[in-house]
Nanobody, 116 residues
Framework: QVQLVESGGGLVQAGGSLRLSCAASGSIFSINTLAWYRQAPGRQRELVAAISSGGSTNYADSVKGRFTASRDNAKNTVYLQMNSLKPENTAVYYC??????????WGQGTQVTVSS
């Protein structure tokens, strides 16, 4: 069974930084590409970043140069370091596999709010 738990969200001023964490089961962590998604009010859920089991990454154009995905094998955890945050980055952020949109099963996510 997939077990993914997001944390690290909060309130930050524009230009600030946050680091999100996603704790994954050992099986999911070792086998799957993991990804960060977000959903802002009134908008569709969208892919933000993905990181493979080997560490290869892909990013949405809107976050390139500001967000960095990484993984810690010892902790079975993936991270999303978010720098130079903008108000338009305000959303609930979710962790899932790269098939998350197909499976449509989601945890509670973690709220990121960026004030102007």
């Amino acid at each position: 069974q997939v077990q993914l738990v997001e944390s690290g969200g909060g309130l930050v001023q524009a230009g600030g930084s946050l680091r999100l964490s996603c704790a994954a089961s050992g099986s999911i962590f070792s086998i799957n590409t993991l990804a960060w998604y977000r959903q802002a009010p009134g908008r569709q859920r969208e892919l933000v970043a993905a990181i493979s089991s080997g560490g290869s990454t892909n990013y949405a154009d809107s976050v390139k140069g500001r967000f960095t995905a990484s993984r810690d094998n010892a902790k079975n955890t993936v991270y999303l370091q978010m720098n130079s945050l903008k108000p338009e980055n305000t959303a609930v952020y979710y962790c899932n596999t790269d098939m998350g949109l197909r499976d449509n099963r989601w945890g509670q996510g973690t709220q990121v709010t960026v004030s102007s």
